[in-house]
């Protein structure tokens, strides 16, 4: 059982389009990460949220974590190929440790020229 | 500053043979982390050290698998002997013990038993 899904697993657009990819679970986590993998590299977190409901914005990412902290979701604007990768969100669960940080298996985003 | 150093980044080795990998941490971490990435499984938690003792091991898949962390600036995953469902990459990562958890990964060790 998966205790982090994440959804769509594979996403393919146009540049210049906007996608919004998600992560959820019936767990509670204290704090959500989210990190980006590009080919032949290792994750690099974008962002970490930690309050229901909070909002974060990098540049043309949006990143928002659910009201009862069980879920969490990526909103990216006009979408450049450079946006290319995998988009692998990462929890905590509340009142764990970190090595409870829970990886999902990742969306796999392609935006093609 | 210096990031999660692995190497080697690629290892191509034949069955039975042993593997180590090596890790080192950012400096100030006193976590450091081991996964294994595969396109079925994604990225599993094998082992992870605070302050350089094993805190959890329970994803080390068999006693083939074992990892040491000597000191706060270097840690190696041995397989011995290697088979070839090792077939992964394996990264190393590494983050503050207090705060948000956050983890910053080296770029990995691609590694292929034949």
């Known amino acids: 059982t998966q205790l982090l899904e994440q959804s769509p697993q594979f996403l393919s657009i146009q540049e210049g389009e906007n996608l919004t990819v998600y992560c959820n679970s019936s767990?509670?986590?204290?704090?959500l990460q989210w990190y980006r993998q590009e080919p032949g590299e290792g994750p690099v977190l974008l962002v970490t949220?930690?309050?229901?409901?909070e909002v974060k914005k990098l540049k043309r990412l949006t990143f928002q974590f659910g009201d009862a902290r069980k879920d969490s979701s990526l909103h990216i604007t006009a979408a450049q190929p450079g946006d290319t990768g995998l988009y692998l969100c990462?929890?905590?669960?509340?009142?764990?440790?970190?090595?409870?940080?829970?990886f999902g298996k990742g969306t796999k985003l392609s935006v093609k020229p | 500053d210096a990031g999660v150093i692995q190497s080697p980044r690629h290892e191509v080795t034949e069955m039975g043979q042993e593997v180590t990998l090596r890790c080192k941490p950012i400096?100030?971490?006193?976590?450091l982390f081991w996964y294994r990435q595969t396109m079925m499984r994604g990225l599993e938690l094998l082992i992870y050290?605070?302050?350089?003792?094993?805190?959890?091991d329970s994803g080390m898949p068999e006693d083939r698998f074992s990892a040491k962390m000597p000191n706060a600036s270097f840690s190696t995953l041995k397989i011995q002997p290697s088979e070839p469902r090792d077939s992964a990459v394996y990264f190393c990562?590494?983050?503050?013990?207090?705060?948000?958890?956050?983890?910053?990964f080296g770029p990995g060790t691609r590694l292929t038993v034949t």
């Open positions: 949220v930690v309050t229901g409901g």
């Open positions: 400096s100030g971490h006193n976590s």
């Open positions: 050290f605070n302050n350089n003792v094993p805190i959890d």
């Open positions: 767990s509670v986590f204290s704090s």
């Open positions: 990562a590494s983050s503050r013990t207090r705060g948000l958890y956050e983890q910053y």
């Open positions: 990462a929890g905590v669960k509340y009142g764990g440790s970190q090595g409870n940080l829970i």
